[in-house]
């Protein structure tokens, strides 16, 4: 397939990319834009480690063909977060409760809880599990990832 040229809106700043249309976001991100925080897990929208927020919205970038992404939609990805020396309260309650093993889930379920709490400020724990669930951690940290969340209730 020819290549073409997108315009990106992500983490606030416009780029200009070409590739292939159905070359995945997550491919783009990755290796266009050098933004790898967002991983490749599963490829098939199933785990959640390619998550980025489009417009709020939690997203699977893997599956998501770079044809469907509109050039006024708002890309976040984890490096659009806060930076090292100056984490988002989501990013400090994680390292606070140990809420990861390996990081290799990290970002995308940083980026769902981000949005959960953007859009529902005091969930209770069955809606942090809800919102959480399709987010899979092959390290088994679910316990402390959700502790993370109940601990940014207003
Ligand atoms: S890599 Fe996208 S959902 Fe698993
Ligand atoms: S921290 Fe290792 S996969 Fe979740």
Not at 23 to 46: A, H, M, N, Q, Y
Not at 88 to 101: E, K
Not at 109 to 130: C, F, G
Request: with cysteine; aromatic share 6%.
């Amino acid at each position: 397939m020819a290549k073409q040229e997108f315009n990106l809106n992500v983490n606030g700043k416009a780029y200009k990319v070409k590739v292939e249309p159905d070359e995945p976001l997550l491919w783009v991100l990755r290796d266009d834009l050098k933004l790898t925080g967002s991983k490749f897990g599963c490829g098939v929208g199933i785990c959640g480690a390619c998550t980025v927020l489009i417009d709020g919205v939690p997203r699977r970038s893997c599956v998501i063909k770079m044809e469907n992404v509109s050039p006024g939609q708002k890309i976040v990805t984890i490096e659009g977060l806060g930076s090292p020396k100056n984490l988002t309260a989501v990013q400090q309650a994680f390292i606070d409760h140990n809420a990861f093993g390996c990081g290799f889930c990290t970002p995308g379920m940083i980026l769902t809880a981000t949005a959960l709490l953007a859009q529902n400020p005091n969930p209770t724990r069955e809606e942090i599990v809800a919102a959480m669930d399709n987010n899979l951690c092959r390290c088994g940290s679910y316990l402390n990832i959700i502790e993370a969340i109940q601990s940014l209730k207003i």
